[in-house]
């Protein structure tokens, strides 16, 4: 009788019947991902056309640069390093900014218009802890983890403070109706 043996358990040797979602993406053929970009364009003007209520939430045209740089950028930065630290850094913010500008394209019903008061400020609290893992996805040193444990925890901060504070006014919270502008900031949409 023969033994077969027991797989090794090094990192290298260790069996992966599945695969994180960034990687999955990253993956997929280059025109699944432009028919995927070209339906939630659609989506989205679907939503802006269908009737936007009030003001546009939060900094959108910000959040629109973020999901059209960041998501393209981590599919390469995926496809050439698998699992590399700041491709999937890249991956949660330009998927948290496309999901962003989708829900202020549909800011128009009360559960995306209460989202779209806060869903931006994620990515944007990601940009400082990719600029601190550049280049190769590693802290500079051991002594830099307390100022990236303060980068995260802020960010979560900032995220469910404006979370809550936008559940008390889904509608008005960081828009500007309802209030009188100076000129000089009327200039600005």
Do not use: K, N
């Amino acid at each position: 009788m023969s033994v077969v043996p027991a797989p090794s358990l090094t990192r290298g040797a260790r069996l992966r019947p599945w695969r994180r979602l960034d990687q999955r993406i990253a993956d997929l053929p280059l025109a699944w991902l432009a028919g995927l970009a070209a339906a939630v364009l659609a989506l989205a003007l679907l939503g802006r056309f269908l009737g936007q209520r009030g003001s546009t939430p939060g900094p959108i045209g910000m959040t629109a640069t973020l999901a059209l740089t960041f998501a393209p950028l981590s599919v390469f930065v995926l496809r050439r390093l698998p699992g590399h630290p700041l491709g999937r850094l890249m991956f949660f913010t330009g998927v948290t900014s496309t999901v962003a500008l989708l829900l202020a394209c549909w800011a128009a019903f009360l559960i995306p218009s209460w989202a779209s008061r806060w869903m931006w400020w994620p990515p944007v609290a990601a940009i400082p802890l990719l600029l601190l893992l550049f280049p190769d996805g590693h802290l500079p040193s051991a002594r830099w983890r307390p100022l990236a444990a303060v980068i995260i925890g802020l960010g979560l901060t900032a995220t469910v403070s404006l979370a809550l504070a936008s559940a008390a006014a889904p509608w008005t919270f960081l828009g500007t109706e309802g209030r009188d502008l100076t000129p000089r900031a009327s200039l600005f949409p």
